[in-house]
């Protein structure tokens, strides 16, 4: 590094809760970003404490009032997005198809609706931040690029999809193995 200050940017983790072809989705409220538009229940690690796997189980039960045990967490895809004034974040989102509890509302000074909607018709009114990480998740795609443009609006609009998936390798099955990692070294 040449003297100049290490780039960083927020981590968000972003809960697909399923139910059959369905999404929950919660409408932002009040002084936060995005008010009134619609988003997958989601927040930000507290701390080097916390990894994202921990930060969904919390915020899942902090937004929605659901209990997500750590076995039913699954990854679905990352997405490195950059808001219209260039601020930028990268965010997980995890699917989750198993929890205990009823999800509702559990933060109505951030959130005032919460409902179940299709998968494949999200409403209109979308964040296009999360509506980019759905779109790739339904695609099949583990890594994503959403990089809005100066005068892009927040809400999804069709005429300014920015979404891009990176590619990604597909070992065979037989190369998939649940075993630690070992790293190659030449001899």
């Given at each position: 590094m040449s003297g100049r200050q290490r780039?960083?940017?927020?981590?968000?983790?972003?809960?697909?809760?399923?139910?059959?072809?369905e999404v929950?989705?919660?409408?932002?409220?009040?002084?936060?970003?995005?008010?009134?538009?619609?988003?997958?229940?989601?927040g930000h690690l507290d701390g080097p404490h916390e990894d994202v796997?921990?930060?969904l189980i919390r915020e899942a039960r902090e937004e929605t009032g659901v209990v997500v045990d750590r076995a039913d967490v699954r990854a679905a895809v990352t997405v490195h997005h950059r808001e219209p004034g260039g601020s930028a974040r990268v965010g997980f989102f995890f699917e989750v198809r198993r929890w205990t509890g009823e999800?509702?509302?559990?933060e109505p000074d951030v959130c005032d609706a919460m409902t179940w909607v299709p998968l494949d018709a999200l409403p209109d009114g979308t964040v296009a931040?999360?509506?980019?990480?759905?779109?790739?998740?339904r695609a099949g795609e583990h890594l994503a690029v959403h990089f809005l443009r100066?005068?892009?609006?927040?809400?999804?609009?069709?005429?300014?999809?920015?979404?891009?998936?990176?590619?990604?390798?597909?070992?065979?099955?037989?190369?998939?193995?649940?075993?630690?990692?070992?790293?190659?070294?030449?001899?």
């Amino acid at each position: 590094m040449s003297g100049r200050q290490r780039y960083t940017v927020p981590v968000d983790v972003h809960l697909i809760l399923r139910r059959d072809s369905e999404v929950l989705v919660s409408r932002r409220a009040g002084a936060v970003y995005a008010a009134g538009l619609w988003h997958l229940p989601s927040g930000h690690l507290d701390g080097p404490h916390e990894d994202v796997a921990d930060a969904l189980i919390r915020e899942a039960r902090e937004e929605t009032g659901v209990v997500v045990d750590r076995a039913d967490v699954r990854a679905a895809v990352t997405v490195h997005h950059r808001e219209p004034g260039g601020s930028a974040r990268v965010g997980f989102f995890f699917e989750v198809r198993r929890w205990t509890g009823e999800p509702r509302v559990m933060e109505p000074d951030v959130c005032d609706a919460m409902t179940w909607v299709p998968l494949d018709a999200l409403p209109d009114g979308t964040v296009a931040y999360c509506r980019a990480g759905l779109e790739a998740y339904r695609a099949g795609e583990h890594l994503a690029v959403h990089f809005l443009r100066p005068g892009d609006p927040i809400a999804h609009d069709p005429a300014a999809d920015r979404l891009q998936a990176v590619p990604g390798v597909n070992p065979l099955p037989a190369q998939r193995s649940s075993a630690p990692l070992e790293t190659h070294r030449e001899q």
